[in-house]
């Protein structure tokens, strides 16, 4: 059973026996770091699971599958030692691969990932039942499935299990929810938003750089000039927005020299051009050398660039624990965009220029003006601002400065989004059933809410009538 009662007990009896906590405990953090006695209850309960689902359906980019990576990283990194069975839409492996490199997007569907005690599967779309029900009680439920991201209105069952946590990214128009599987439909009980806290470390070992040609020699020269790391350039306009980037600090060189004591300026080039955006970058930016991070005379060419300098470096798609990492190594404010670029970076209070207009969070107000200014300044050229916009960014005292660090103290004041689904869902996942029932005369049962499958088929149909 897993009740609240008996989580309560789990909890309380590994408080009062201290000394026979073992290492599979998953009441507290594995790097002896303090939980809360909210989080020390929902690790309680996951590990009451001895394995876990975690599914990957289609989405644009890589932000999605991002944040199902981040999440069974998390539970790592607090303690849950059970098994991942991993779920897999076929149009979200080549984004898997580039995230879980030991992930083979031409390999056999189901894989064993070694690094992170899971298994893969295909995740297989289940038809999704219009209708509505009514939950009058709990349920049972033995299997136990997270989805950080999902615009498909996945199914529990398509990941065979009982209870499905979708956690969806901050701001997105489908919040997170738990969807309970009932018969050929599920139940779907709201859950409160929030932010992902970051991993404890976002170092990349020497075996890992080692992986990515190339990576090592950049990473060994990044001390001696400013760095920016570009993502997010790609989505529309990516060649002028990247020379903009480069005109952008060339002047924040020049015109701040007691900011900037570092050489030239070196941009990771994350974002993926075409071969015509990149043609259409050279004709902007003659004097900018763009090298492949495989290139024989890379640290030559770090070497010897000089002040005011800019050379870009075509880093490409990389597994997310690389990404985390150039985008730590970024001295000059990074260019992102989403939600989950923009969960990473804010939650580290790290001053970012965002690429594609604001992003509508609830925890992220303060930011909004900054969101869709630097924005605007990419559209527009306006290289000046984007360089007084750096310039803020290094000085500590600049309102800049200070709404980025104030942001970072608020995320952190408000605990661990996984921690709060997890807690949310402890008191809907009990020893008990759900029946359908339909709404009395007197209006004391409500449906609970209509089916994904059926709202977004009326949000398309009738979006005047339903106001959406």
């Not at 139940?187 to 938003?193: K, N, Q």
């Not at 980037?245 to 900037?260: C, M, Y």
């Not at 798609?317 to 992102?336: E, F, G, K, N, R």
Request: charged share 20%; net charge negative.
């Amino acid at each position: 059973m897993r009740c609240l009662a008996f989580i309560h007990d789990v909890v309380l009896f590994f408080a009062l026996f201290g000394g026979l906590y073992s290492a599979h405990s998953f009441a507290q953090d594995q790097k002896g770091v303090e939980l809360n006695a909210e989080e020390k209850e929902a690790l309680a309960f996951v590990g009451t699971f001895p394995k876990i689902s975690i599914g990957f359906s289609v989405a644009p980019g890589f932000g999605h599958a991002a944040t199902g990576v981040q999440v069974m990283k998390r539970l790592r990194e607090l303690g849950y030692e059970g098994e991942f069975e991993i779920y897999v839409d076929q149009a979200s492996r080549v984004a898997l691969a580039k995230l879980l490199p030991e992930y083979q997007v031409s390999g056999a569907v189901e894989q064993t990932l070694s690094n992170l005690h899971a298994t893969t599967h295909e995740l297989k779309r289940k038809k999704i039942y219009e209708g509505s029900q009514v939950l009058t009680r709990k349920k049972a439920i033995q299997t136990l499935g997270i989805m950080g991201a999902d615009d498909e209105f996945t199914s529990p069952q398509a990941l065979n299990v009982d209870a499905l946590l979708v956690m969806q990214p901050p701001g997105w128009e489908e919040k997170p929810s738990l969807r309970i599987q009932h018969s050929s439909s599920y139940v779907v009980i709201p859950l409160p938003e929030g932010h992902l806290k970051p991993l404890r470390t976002s170092e990349v070992s020497p075996a890992t750089l080692l992986r990515v040609p190339g990576l090592k020699t950049v990473i060994d020269h990044l001390e001696l000039h400013e760095v920016l790391t570009a993502y997010g350039l790609g989505l529309r306009k990516g060649e002028e927005k990247l020379n903009q980037i480069v005109n952008a600090s060339k002047i924040f060189q020049h015109k701040n020299p007691e900011l900037s004591t570092k050489r030239g300026t070196v941009v990771l080039m994350i974002s993926n051009l075409n071969e015509s955006e990149w043609a259409r970058f050279h004709e902007l930016s003659p004097s900018t050398k763009v090298l492949a991070l495989n290139h024989e005379h890379l640290e030559t060419e770090l070497i010897d660039l000089k002040f005011g300098e800019v050379l870009v470096i075509k880093v490409g798609s990389q597994p997310q624990d690389i990404w985390d990492a150039l985008m730590l190594q970024s001295t000059l404010p990074p260019t992102v965009s989403g939600n989950s670029g923009v969960n990473f970076l804010s939650a580290r209070g790290i001053p970012f220029v965002h690429t594609t207009g604001p992003v509508h969070s609830d925890f992220q107000g303060l930011l909004a003006p900054l969101f869709s200014q630097t924005a605007h300044w990419l559209e527009t050229g306006d290289e000046a601002s984007l360089a007084h916009f750096f310039a803020d960014a290094r000085t500590p005292d600049s309102a800049v400065a200070k709404i980025f660090a104030r942001q970072e103290s608020l995320l952190e004041g408000r605990g661990d989004k996984l921690m709060s689904v997890l807690q949310e869902s402890m008191g809907w996942i009990c020893n008990e059933v759900v029946q359908d029932q339909a709404p009395t005369e007197n209006g004391d049962k409500k449906p609970l809410q209509f089916y994904f499958g059926l709202k977004k088929i009326l949000k398309q149909l009738v979006p005047t009538v339903l106001g959406l």
